[in-house]
């Protein structure tokens, strides 16, 4: 079985910081694009960053200067530090990964369990 595992979340005041991660585990071959999701109550999903299997990030506007997304391609595990948090970045947030499984090859698209992420005021 194939699956992604997140952690980190939890409650945090306004201007702390929390780190997620999330592990890609299972008959994995490789694990293209990475990346975080985030849903907050009454809202759609919505990116909040990704990275490339080479390292290249990309963020919302709304987290720039704030969230760092990284990645560590032998432990198939990609990172989102979060700093400077505000009390509009409460959400569930959603690790997404592409994947190549082992033989027979397949490629999907997986999507964690989500992580609640709360920022008070």
């Known amino acids: 079985q194939v699956q992604l595992v997140e952690s980190g979340g939890g409650l945090v005041q306004a201007g702390g910081s929390l780190r997620l991660s999330c592990v890609a585990s299972?008959?994995?071959?490789?694990?293209?694009?990475m990346g975080w999701y985030r849903q907050a109550p009454g809202k759609q999903r919505e990116l909040v960053a990704t990275?490339?299997?080479?390292?290249?990030?990309n963020y919302t506007d709304s987290v720039k200067g704030r969230f760092t997304i990284s990645r560590d391609n032998a432990k198939n595990t990609v990172y989102l530090q979060m700093n400077s948090l505000k009390p509009e970045d409460t959400a569930v947030y959603y690790c997404?990964?592409?994947?190549?499984?082992?033989?027979?090859?397949?490629?999907?698209?997986?999507w964690g369990q989500g992580t609640l992420v709360t920022v008070s005021s």
């Open positions: 299972g008959s994995i071959f490789s694990v293209n694009a």
């Open positions: 990275v490339t299997r080479g390292g290249i990030p």
């Open positions: 997404n990964a592409g994947v190549i499984t082992t033989l027979p090859y397949r490629s999907l698209e997986l």
